[in-house]
């Protein structure tokens, strides 16, 4: 029996499926963003531009750390994976931080409108993390610096705890992979707390990843053999939880989930856009409205519209 509730396990799963649907409509949509109607050819980007391919296993990490650490105002979240931005975004703006930096980006349907037509757009939000991002610390994508980062914001300050998701390509760079020796060298009580998070999603843009073609026992040792704790996870939320909440030392995680899940079946893997017309191919066009409505957007918004958003997701 897991430890944390069925309600709070629902929350979870909502916010997932919440950002998922945020990170579809930002990279494809300009208009018709609750999906109050059946998708038209007006309501699509004249150029769409972004990355799809881990935003759903960002969202997984994302919202089961969230749920733990709600309420410690010492907890910080390193995002590595610079290709997964729409989700990163699509978080901040859902807990209202991005609302801080923009007062555009309000929670509610106004600033739902704003966040969607705006990313990756001429003076709105980039494709990547850039120095307006809440919280940010180095802009861009996957160069390997995420883990190394998290043990300098760690250094002299006890009180912390930072969990850092890491690409699976991101670890195959030198700095990436040496900065997995910082763990025996920060150790101690003048250092805050590092929880690694390895996004095993299979590839890195198009190639398989290295540790991703490994098996579960030689990553388990790899891991191991710098001093670390493995701990598997996927996508069921109870098990994300429990592994949380198990005492144990220096825990990595390692989360499993499919590069592009969630998305249409025969661009199920895809880094970059999955559906490639659907301003002008009607048969793709219908693929991307039966995604979104498979996020079930009614029940996502209906709080959002009648109560201005709510930000305990």
């Given at each position: 029996m897991s430890a944390v509730g069925i309600a709070e396990i629902e929350k979870i799963k909502k916010r997932i499926r919440f950002c998922d649907y945020l990170c579809v409509a930002q990279l494809f949509l300009q208009d018709n963003f609750l999906l109050k109607r059946e998708l038209a050819f007006d309501d699509i980007k004249p150029r769409l531009l972004g990355h799809?391919?881990?935003?759903?296993?960002?969202?997984?990490?994302?919202?089961n750390f969230k749920?733990?650490?709600?309420?410690?105002?010492?907890y910080s979240f390193i995002l590595g994976p610079g290709?997964?931005?729409?989700?990163?975004?699509?978080?901040?703006?859902?807990?209202?931080?991005?609302?801080?930096?923009?007062?555009?980006a309000t929670v509610d349907e106004e600033g739902l409108a704003y966040l969607c037509r705006n990313f990756s757009w001429p003076d709105g939000f980039p494709s990547h993390a850039s120095p307006m991002t809440p919280g940010v610390i180095t802009e861009?994508?996957?160069?390997?610096?995420?883990?190394?980062?998290?043990?300098?914001?760690?250094?002299?300050h006890p009180?912390?705890?930072?969990?850092?998701?890491?690409?699976?390509?991101?670890l195959e760079t030198a700095t990436g992979l040496d900065s997995?020796?910082?763990r025996n060298i920060l150790t101690g009580s003048n250092n805050g707390k590092i929880l690694p998070i390895l996004h095993l999603n299979g590839y890195k843009i198009s190639a398989p990843s290295i540790y991703a073609r490994k098996s579960e026992r030689e990553l388990n040792e790899l891991i191991r053999g710098f001093g670390f704790t493995?701990?598997?996870?996927?996508?069921?939320?109870?098990?994300?939880q429990d592994a949380l909440n198990e005492d144990v030392d220096s825990p990595f995680f390692i989360l499993k989930t499919e590069k592009g899940e969630g998305g249409p079946n025969r661009y199920h893997h895809a880094h970059q856009i999955p559906l490639k017309n659907p301003k002008t191919d009607s048969k793709e066009l219908k693929e991307l409205n039966?995604?979104?409505?498979?996020?079930?957007?009614a029940e996502l918004f209906d709080e959002l519209v009648n109560n201005g958003g709510d930000n305990d997701r």
């Amino acid at each position: 029996m897991s430890a944390v509730g069925i309600a709070e396990i629902e929350k979870i799963k909502k916010r997932i499926r919440f950002c998922d649907y945020l990170c579809v409509a930002q990279l494809f949509l300009q208009d018709n963003f609750l999906l109050k109607r059946e998708l038209a050819f007006d309501d699509i980007k004249p150029r769409l531009l972004g990355h799809w391919g881990t935003c759903h296993g960002i969202n997984v990490a994302y919202a089961n750390f969230k749920s733990k650490f709600r309420d410690d105002s010492n907890y910080s979240f390193i995002l590595g994976p610079g290709h997964g931005f729409p989700a990163l975004n699509a978080n901040l703006w859902l807990d209202k931080e991005l609302e801080k930096v923009d007062r555009r980006a309000t929670v509610d349907e106004e600033g739902l409108a704003y966040l969607c037509r705006n990313f990756s757009w001429p003076d709105g939000f980039p494709s990547h993390a850039s120095p307006m991002t809440p919280g940010v610390i180095t802009e861009g994508g996957e160069l390997g610096y995420a883990l190394a980062n998290a043990y300098g914001v760690a250094l002299g300050h006890p009180e912390k705890t930072i969990a850092v998701l890491i690409g699976d390509g991101e670890l195959e760079t030198a700095t990436g992979l040496d900065s997995l020796n910082l763990r025996n060298i920060l150790t101690g009580s003048n250092n805050g707390k590092i929880l690694p998070i390895l996004h095993l999603n299979g590839y890195k843009i198009s190639a398989p990843s290295i540790y991703a073609r490994k098996s579960e026992r030689e990553l388990n040792e790899l891991i191991r053999g710098f001093g670390f704790t493995p701990r598997f996870v996927g996508e069921n939320v109870e098990d994300f939880q429990d592994a949380l909440n198990e005492d144990v030392d220096s825990p990595f995680f390692i989360l499993k989930t499919e590069k592009g899940e969630g998305g249409p079946n025969r661009y199920h893997h895809a880094h970059q856009i999955p559906l490639k017309n659907p301003k002008t191919d009607s048969k793709e066009l219908k693929e991307l409205n039966e995604w979104l409505l498979s996020y079930r957007p009614a029940e996502l918004f209906d709080e959002l519209v009648n109560n201005g958003g709510d930000n305990d997701r």
